[in-house]
């Protein structure tokens, strides 16, 4: 028998060590790794995980656990548990915050059971049959089925267009899992995970499906894990954390729209679900399947060097057209029109067309509010957020200035703060502006406007979607929500008002970004039995992310990609690990970024690692906090991770600066 006098803990904690602890004689019986424990920590009394049992400790002083909370099995299995340490090592986290982000809410808190609650009645799905796969289904589906029958770990990209039947090959795959007894993980993107897709899956395979997405409380979150754990649900489907669900037999995750950046944890472990998904594939010997019309640059380089296995679906089901798109010029307009307008002569054509034919239109526009910054005529001056170096946008439904940022709010000056000029002017563009716009010119519409201020209410989502759907509105307007996964066979037209939100961005993903909107976008459009028709408004219409979504064409947008990110050694090429620094205090922010810089520059020189920075980030602060970074090029992570360690050992002490490391960043 294993001794187990003494155990490793880890605590949900930002330190990456263990923890120490004595298993008293009391309690040796139940301790047993996996298990939660309450131990003493300082003053407090902490939820803290058992992950091991070592010897006797060099240490003096080795408290005591004070009990252990977990009765019957332990709340996270050995699967689990070393999937969240691969997590730790490659993201630089503590193996407990790896733990914590794997484990729902309830049971962080160290409880046994979720509270009494009733649940709500389940929704009746009506039952939905397979579709007879379509030749390219068909093909896609033999060697999937290959894969998993023979429980190989393999990895496929199914890169298919919008339209082109993936869910249809997503349920069939899930479908033969469950077959062999198996079990599988679906992860969608928060922003797609709409009443619409979760009925797909409840409808086709009932009861065994549980559901797990951030709109749950803590309670219904509860139920749902503890559903999958106990083995009466046997498909998860849900957004990032879905890929921790506690299902054992794992034989197939699906990953639909593997590019999303919602698969990227913001905050400590700040982990990439897709990679997390494809290495606990490999713990449990599942099969992975990556979904999607505009793959991440890294996931189709790799198929294309076959790491992973490239499936294609280039037809619409039903043989369906393609949207054909059109791009408005609008340095064009503006030449054309003396008193050009938000919508182009030809949007405004097109929509009063498609609006007389009786069909829908749904409007892209990626900003929130009125007007996104309004400055004074006579100075100049942009009227900023007081704790952000970001300008103000004006929200008309209440009248007032918000940041996007922090959320402050504030009334619109009648007058400039500055020169006390009267002659202010609101700039820029928003929904809100769109939504105005749109009624105004075409005031028999029934318009919505779908974007985070409209769907702060919990439901309205689903409600403005439902109206929508049944053809209670003609005119949908929204952010990057409304461009992801619905399927609305009326709309005919999808206008983009402006490409050039994304692509100004100063980042590095700017094109793939603005490749993979557009794209996801256009659709929307042409899903039911009429052609479809996309017209996006640009500034820069040569742009090749630009040009090759007008031409549909994934592959030759990669092509132009791919030569860029060679060329200045981006990922693919190499891995980038980038470094935040934040701080009240500007100069002390300033100092450290130097400090840190010079001494990673001497830990990094022979070797082939670029450091690029310091610089101040595009948003220089937030929140009252100011935002320098750097990061890291290189081809290895672990030994460019070794590095960073070494240099901020030397620095320990500056805590008015707070730094985070961040592996595989998706933003600059
Ligand atoms: P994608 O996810 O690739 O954009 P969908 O999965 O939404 O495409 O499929 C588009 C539409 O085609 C859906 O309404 C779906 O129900 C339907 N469909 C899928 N496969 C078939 C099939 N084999 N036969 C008929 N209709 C299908
Ligand atoms: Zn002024
Ligand atoms: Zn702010």
Excluded at 56 to 75: H, L, M, R, T, Y
Excluded at 276 to 296: F, H, K, M, N, Q
Excluded at 436 to 445: G, L, T
Excluded at 508 to 520: D, V
Aim: net charge positive; aromatic share 8%; proline share 5%.
């Amino acid at each position: 028998m294993q001794q187990k006098e003494y155990a490793d803990i880890a605590l949900g904690l930002p330190v990456r060590k263990p923890f120490h602890y004595r298993v008293p004689p009391s309690l040796m019986d139940k301790a047993e790794v996996g298990k939660r424990v309450l131990v003493p920590f300082g003053p407090r009394k902490l939820v803290g995980y058992i992950v091991g049992f070592v010897g006797k400790p060099d240490i003096e002083g080795v408290k005591d656990i004070i009990s252990v909370i977990d009765q019957e099995g332990p709340a996270i299995s050995a699967e689990l548990l070393s999937l969240t340490k691969w997590i730790a090592e490659y993201y630089r986290s503590s193996w407990g915050e790896a733990i914590s982000a794997a484990l729902p809410g309830a049971i962080k808190k160290g409880k046994i059971k979720a509270a009494p609650r009733n649940p709500a009645p389940e929704d009746i799905y009506e039952a939905t049959k397979n579709y007879k796969p379509t030749l390219e289904q068909a093909s896609a589906l033999k060697p999937i089925f290959e894969s998993i029958s023979g429980g190989r770990n393999d990895v496929y990209l199914l890169h298919g267009i919008t339209g082109s039947g993936k869910t249809e090959v997503y349920l069939q795959s899930i479908e033969l899992a469950l077959k062999m007894g198996k079990t599988a993980i679906v992860l969608v993107p928060e922003i797609s995970l709409t009443p619409q897709a979760i009925e797909w899956f409840k409808s086709r395979f009932g009861g065994v499906v549980a559901v797990l997405h951030s709109r749950l409380l803590d309670t219904e979150r509860f139920i749902e894990w503890k559903k999958l754990k106990d083995g009466a649900a046997r498909i998860a489907v849900g957004a990032r954390s879905a890929v921790f669900a506690p299902v054992s037999n794992l034989g197939l995750i699906v990953i639909d729209e593997e590019h999303e950046t919602s698969y990227k944890q913001d905050d400590a472990p700040r982990y990439n679900a897709r990679e997390v998904a494809i290495e606990r594939a490999r713990i449990s010997g599942a099969t992975v399947i990556l979904g999607g019309a505009t793959p991440s640059i890294e996931t189709y380089h790799k198929a294309l060097s076959g790491e992973y296995k490239m499936l294609k679906m280039t037809e619409r089901i039903e043989k369906r057209s393609l949207p054909k798109v059109d791009i408005v010029d609008m340095r064009q307009e503006l030449l054309d029109v003396k008193d050009a307008k938000i919508f182009s002569r030809a949007l405004e054509h097109a929509i009063s067309q498609v609006l007389n034919k009786n069909g829908q239109v749904m409007l892209l526009m990626n900003r929130r509010g009125f007007s996104t910054f309004i400055n004074c005529r006579k100075c100049g001056h942009v009227v900023k957020c007081r704790h952000c170096n970001v300008s103000m946008t004006y929200h008309y439904d209440i009248k007032k200035l918000s940041c996007h940022y922090c959320n402050y709010q504030a009334d619109p000056p009648a007058k400039c703060p500055k020169c006390k000029s009267g002659d202010i002017q609101y700039f820029g563009v928003g929904t809100q502006k769109i939504e105005s716009e749109a009624a105004r010119i075409f005031p028999a519409a029934r318009i919505a406007r779908m974007d985070t201020d409209a769907t702060v209410k919990r439901g309205s989502h689903k409600q403005i979607l439902d109206d929508f759907r049944k053809h209670k509105l003609d005119i949908l307007i929204g952010t990057q929500m409304i461009a992801k996964g619905h399927d609305f066979p009326r709309v005919t037209l999808v206008g983009v008002i402006s490409a050039d939100t994304a692509l100004n961005l100063p980042d590095f993903r700017s094109g793939e970004r603005t490749f993979n909107l557009l794209t996801q976008v256009a659709g929307r459009a042409g899903r039911g039995s009429e052609a479809g028709r996309v017209i996006i408004q640009t500034f820069s219409p040569d742009h090749y992310a630009v040009r090759k979504s007008v031409d549909h064409d994934y592959a030759g947008f990669f092509d132009e990609e791919i030569k860029f990110r060679r060329e200045l050694g981006y990922p693919p090429f190499n891995h980038i690990i980038d470094i935040k620094l934040r701080g009240r205090n500007e100069e002390r922010v300033i100092k450290a970024a130097h400090d840190l810089a010079a001494v990673l520059a001497a830990h990094i020189e022979g070797k082939d690692i670029d450091l690029v920075g310091p610089a101040p980030e595009f948003i220089s602060k937030i929140k009252g906090q100011y935002r320098w970074s750097m990061f890291l090029k290189g081809s290895k992570p672990r030994d460019m991770c070794g590095y960073i360690d070494k240099a901020l050992e030397g620095l320990a002490g500056k805590s008015a600066v707070t730094i985070a490391v961040d592996v595989d960043p998706l933003g600059l």
